[in-house]
C-alpha cells in the first residue's frame, strides 16, 4: 500500500539541527512532490515548503529560507528535510506528505505519521 | 502571504445535523483550495481539493463548495466519526497557508 514512514522523535537543544526522513513506498516516488508541513503542540497546520522527487527542485515557504534544506534520495524513496538553529518555537510535529496533482491543483494526499521534534535546553 | 480565515473556530452538533464551515481567503485564489480532517493524535487526511472534488475514499455526505474567496465545507448528515478539527489550505502560491482550524464536537 502507498504509504510514507517518518524517522522517529527528536530532543536537540537551541542552536542544533535536525534532519527527519520521510520513506515511501506503493508508489513512484519520482512521480510526486513531498511536501513538508508542522504542527506547534496545540496549534494548527504550517505549510514548510516542498520538492519534487523528479528533479529535486524546491520551494521553501519564506519564513523558512536560509533555515531549512528538503533533499531526495530517488535511490531509497527518501526525502529529507533538514532545519537548522533550532529554537524552542520550532519544536512541533513535523509531517511529510505526498502531494497530488490534478491538472494545476494539488492536494496532499498521503501523509507520514508524523516526527516530534523538541527543543529543548 | 494569503492569509485564510476559517469560520467558526468551534462547533458543536448533533447526529444528522447539516454542518458547514466556511473558508475565506484574503485574495482570489480561483479553485486552489483543500479541505483536510485531523482527529486527535493523527496526521491531516485530505477531504476536498480543488474546492468541490471529493477525495477517494471519503465518505459522499462532504461536499465543497465556492470559488475565489469564499469558500465552503458542508457535511450533509453528521455522524459520530466526523468529530475533529477541520483545515482549508489554499495552494494558489507560496506559502500554502492554512485557515486557522475549526474544531467540530458531537453534541
Known amino acids: 500500500q502507498v504509504q510514507l514512514v517518518q524517522s522517529g522523535a527528536e530532543v536537540k537543544k537551541?542552536?542544533?539541527s535536525v534532519k527527519v526522513s520521510c520513506k515511501a513506498s506503493g508508489y513512484t516516488f519520482s512521480s510526486y512532490v513531498i511536501s513538508w508541513v508542522r504542527q506547534a503542540p496545540g496549534q494548527g497546520l504550517e505549510w514548510m515548503g516542498g520538492i519534487s522527487a523528479y528533479n529535486g527542485n524546491t520551494n521553501y515557504a519564506q519564513k523558512f529560507q536560509g533555515r531549512?534544506?528538503?533533499t531526495t534520495d530517488t535511490s531509497t524513496s527518501t526525502a529529507y528535510m533538514e532545519l537548522r538553529s533550532l529554537r524552542s518555537d520550532d519544536t512541533a510535529v513535523y509531517y511529510c506528505a505526498r502531494e497530488t496533482?490534478?491538472?494545476s491543483y494539488y492536494g496532499m494526499d498521503v501523509w507520514g505519521q508524523g516526527t516530534t521534534v523538541t527543543v529543548s535546553s | 502571504d494569503?492569509?485564510?480565515t476559517q469560520s467558526p473556530s468551534s462547533l458543536s452538533a448533533s447526529v444528522g445535523d447539516r454542518v458547514t464551515i466556511t473558508?475565506?481567503?484574503?485574495?482570489s485564489i480561483s479553485s486552489y483550495l483543500n479541505w483536510y480532517q485531523?482527529?486527535?493524535g493523527k496526521a491531516p487526511k485530505l477531504l476536498i481539493y480543488a474546492a468541490y472534488n471529493l477525495q477517494s475514499g471519503v465518505p459522499s455526505r462532504f461536499s465543497g463548495s465556492g470559488s475565489g474567496t469564499d469558500f465552503t465545507l458542508t457535511i450533509s448528515s453528521?455522524?459520530?466519526?466526523?468529530?475533529?478539527t477541520y483545515?482549508?489550505?489554499?495552494?494558489?502560491s507560496n506559502p500554502y497557508t492554512f485557515g486557522q482550524g475549526t474544531k467540530l464536537e458531537i453534541k
Open chain 1, 68 to 70: 531549512v534544506t528538503m
Open chain 1, 14 to 16: 537551541p542552536g542544533a
Open chain 2, 38 to 40: 485531523q482527529k486527535p
Open chain 2, 87 to 92: 483545515y482549508c489550505q489554499h495552494s494558489y
Open chain 2, 23 to 27: 473558508c475565506r481567503a484574503s485574495q
Open chain 2, 78 to 84: 453528521l455522524q459520530p466519526e466526523d468529530s475533529a
Open chain 2, 2 to 4: 494569503i492569509q485564510m
Open chain 1, 101 to 103: 496533482a490534478v491538472g
